[in-house]
């Protein structure tokens, strides 16, 4: 079913991309920076199976691997005590997973500011033995009960890998090689949110890119009104490419896509950078200049998962934790003169913080009440199948191989079958809480859980 969308609530800034393609010819190369890379690529000939949230695309999918069904803690290859429970994802090369920890050391009687250490760490994938561990302060306040110091996560392209964290003090973003030296870091300004900062890099060709969504509806006693910006850094110096302001209502945490539009009868625009929130609804970006080419509010409350692009739709969701969760698919423009359309929205069992895994044109998702779904993109959303699983849940679903991966926080993985019709459902107690998405690299999986990171063999010849 499609819908009809008013033409007065259609915002569309395509005279942006005529003077975004003047913009582009303009634009400096950096001969420092390392070859091309686009993290939106879903190859991962390049060594970065994992290498942003939620795998290449954040599409959640590992392309190959098989998952038991049911292991014990015994089936692990390796173990580590992390120290933490922060609720920050995975990435990973074939030989290195990077994350980040923190350490907390109170500093008033309230609970209400803390300090210490935010951590960078890299882990060996084949032994588990921690390869190198950097320390940068942080001073924090309160936050929402299920956030920590360290909820973000890094993003890797070519040599280098890059993280940011907020506290206190303001934002910040950070460049190491893959060998733990250091490269630049930036301080991003104040930075304004009642949960706590949640924002994870990621990088597409020469740059480094920033959803820098903040808070400016219901603001807490003392709390100053913050600046939403989507932030573009030179990969290799981490100067200031181009900084677009958006509009801010409260924190939205989703990762970018890249879409690239298919050649066709018009002009073709340029590529694309396709995000979400509340302020401007689904969007795209030029993501060359960052001029704002077209939005749609299709969202009234805020957006934590991330979008994805499925064929030429932008599909995100949007929630609170009191409910009305729904998900938005908008066919994307790819020509000048083209205006977006919300071509179906889903209300039953789409999620607000996980996002879905995709596998072709099928999308599988998770609610944070506990209901797992498959959707047809290709079909205006149908509904394929729907099972209650029970618990609640905060990480995003993934797919290995021909399976189905989900994790409550209460620390339950299930696991069935991904495909168009449902399949017996499979569940392991991991022995503590997870926040955090798991991630696939050289054939096994990668688990936080609780304080643990847990690595277990899912090769085709287990």
């Keep these: ?63 190959g691997g098989r998952l038991p069904t049911t292991w014990t803690e015994d089936d692990y290859v390796w173990s580590l005590n992390l120290g933490g429970t922060d609720v920050g994802s995975l990435v990973a090369t ?21 300090a210490g250490t935010i951590d960078f760490v890299a882990v060996d994938v084949a032994t588990g033995q921690v390869k190198w561990r950097h320390s940068h302060p942080f001073v924090d306040r309160k936050r929402h009960s299920r956030n920590s110091p360290a909820s973000t996560t890094p993003a890797i392209a070519g040599d280098r890998v890059f993280f940011a964290y907020g506290d206190a003090q303001g934002a910040y973003l950070y460049a190491y090689t893959l060998a733990g030296v250091p490269l630049w870091n930036r301080q991003l300004g104040p930075w304004t949110g009642v949960h706590g900062f949640g924002t994870s890099p990621m990088v597409s060709g020469s740059q480094v890119i920033l959803f820098n969504s903040q808070q400016v509806d219901e603001l807490e006693r003392g709390q100053i009104a913050g600046q939403s910006h989507m932030m573009s850094f030179d990969i290799a110096t981490g100067k200031d490419l181009w900084s677009t302001p958006l509009t801010a209502t409260r924190p939205c945490y989703g990762v970018p896509s890249v879409f690239r539009p298919a050649a066709g009868p018009g002009p073709a625009g340029p590529p694309q950078l396709i995000a979400a929130n509340k302020g401007n609804g689904m969007f795209g970006l030029d993501l060359t200049t960052g001029a704002l080419l077209w939005s749609l509010p299709v969202f009234n409350k805020r957006c934590c998962s991330s979008p994805l692009i499925v064929g030429d739709l932008a599909i995100a969701s949007c929630g609170s934790g009191g409910g009305g969760n729904y998900m938005s698919a908008v066919r994307i423009p790819q020509h000048v003169g083209d205006s977006p359309e919300e071509v179906f929205r889903i209300s039953r069992g789409a999620g607000y913080v996980p996002t879905p895994a995709v596998k072709n044109s099928l999308i599988f998702t998770v609610s944070d009440n506990g209901i797992a779904s498959c959707f ?29 991966l989900l994790v409550s926080l209460e620390g339950k993985a299930h696991v069935t079958t991904a495909s168009d019709r449902k399949s017996d459902l499979s569940e392991v107690n991991l022995s503590g809480r997870v926040g955090a998405t798991p991630a696939f690299a050289a054939g096994r999986l990668l688990l936080r859980v609780g304080s643990q990171l847990h690595c277990l063999d899912c090769t085709d010849q287990q």
């Design 376 to 404: 047809d993109t290709a079909d205006d959303g149908r509904l394929l199948w729907s099972q209650r699983i029970g618990g609640n849940f905060g990480a995003s679903p993934i797919i290995v191989g021909e399976q189905l």
């Design 94 to 114: 074939e030989n290195t997973v990077f994350l980040l920890d923190a350490k907390v050391e109170r500093s008033r009687s309230n609970g209400s500011t803390s």
């Design 1 to 63: 079913m499609r819908r009809w969308i008013a033409s007065e609530s259609l915002i569309i800034h395509w005279s942006c991309l005529l003077i975004g393609l003047i913009a582009c010819s303009n634009t400096p190369a950096h001969a420092e920076s390392p070859a091309s890379f686009d993290s939106s690529a879903s190859d991962p000939v390049d060594g970065i199976p994992w290498p942003r949230f939620h795998g290449a695309m954040g599409y959640g999918n590992a392309g």
